[in-house]
């Protein structure tokens, strides 16, 4: 098992150390069909959008919704399905989504309307139990925002709203003005549109429901996303009033954070001693 080391988050400024950041992020950019109209279909979560389930041989004590990155401009799951699998073997449920993004010609806010939409397809899937959203890199983006955000219902989606039960950011590049994939969420320089990036920057939600708790892990040796991004966002939700436990792995790459081997144990410890004693249905 990798060591593990968790140092007092703080407020670094990231401009500095943000230069290329996530110019090609986890995985290349994949060609994808756009999500059709209708009804979603056999592993669908919504219309063309894919939803993978893993379910435990006993009854789950939570399901987790695990969103991929892929720097906005891609989604693919497949590097994530381990990690479900991983977590049904536990005792959890699991469902990994991809979602719409640059690539598919879609942008702000509806990747972060899906995973919102996910996290209410989750608990369809394991009802009664507490539901954990949890991201890779630009998913750690989604996850924060759909976990963090007001629920909305004048949004398309086909089950009931519901809320996160914990959050899980893994390797994020929360600070989206200090990020350079900005763009692929917006679809726009932030000066065109100053009040979108504003609304669709994690930083700004980090008091919004300060009765969810949230996990941020960070590799030490990521050469894609400056620790310092994590380190920003604990120290934000931290005087938002969550509980955050932020943890930094030595010698974690970026793309070693969505591993079974680096991050499983600290995920299921976490869940238990923290979002389970306090869920609510």
């Known amino acids: 098992m990798p060591s593990r080391s968790a140092v007092p988050a703080r407020v670094a400024a990231a401009a500095a150390i943000a230069a290329g950041l996530l110019a090609a992020c986890d995985t290349p950019p994949a060609v994808e069909t756009p999500s059709a109209s209708g009804t979603p279909g056999p592993g669908e979560y919504l219309p063309g959008l894919e939803a993978v389930v893993e379910l435990p041989a006993r009854d789950p004590r939570a399901v987790f919704l695990v969103v991929p990155g892929g720097g906005f401009r891609a989604a693919d799951p497949t590097g994530l399905l381990p990690l479900g699998a991983d977590l049904a073997d536990e005792g959890f449920a699991a469902v990994t989504i991809t979602y719409d993004h640059a690539g598919t010609g879609t942008y702000y806010p509806r990747p972060v309307e899906e995973v919102a939409c996910g996290i209410a397809y989750a608990a369809t899937q394991a009802p009664g139990v507490p539901v954990v959203v949890v991201g890779h890199s630009a998913g750690a983006d989604l996850a924060m925002l759909a976990g963090l955000q007001p629920l909305r219902t004048d949004v398309s989606c086909p089950y009931e709203p519901r809320a996160a039960d914990g959050i899980v950011g893994l390797a994020g590049p929360y600070d989206i003005h200090q990020s350079r994939i900005g763009e692929d ?5 932030q ?9 669709g920057d994690p930083l700004r939600w980090a008091d919004a429901r300060p009765e969810v708790p949230v996990l941020l892990m960070h590799g030490e040796a990521d050469e894609m996303v400056p620790v310092s991004f994590t380190e920003s966002m604990a120290a ?3 005087q938002g009033g969550h509980d955050v436990v932020a943890e930094y792995l030595p010698e974690a790459r970026h793309n070693d954070l969505f591993l079974s081997e680096w991050i499983l144990a600290d995920l299921v410890d976490w869940t238990r001693d923290t979002v389970l004693p306090g869920a609510t249905d």
Do not use: T, Y
Request: glycine share 6%.
């Open 185 to 189: 969420l917006f679809g726009v320089p």
């Open 236 to 238: 934000a939700l931290e």
């Open 191 to 199: 000066e065109e549109d100053p009040e979108m990036w504003r609304d």
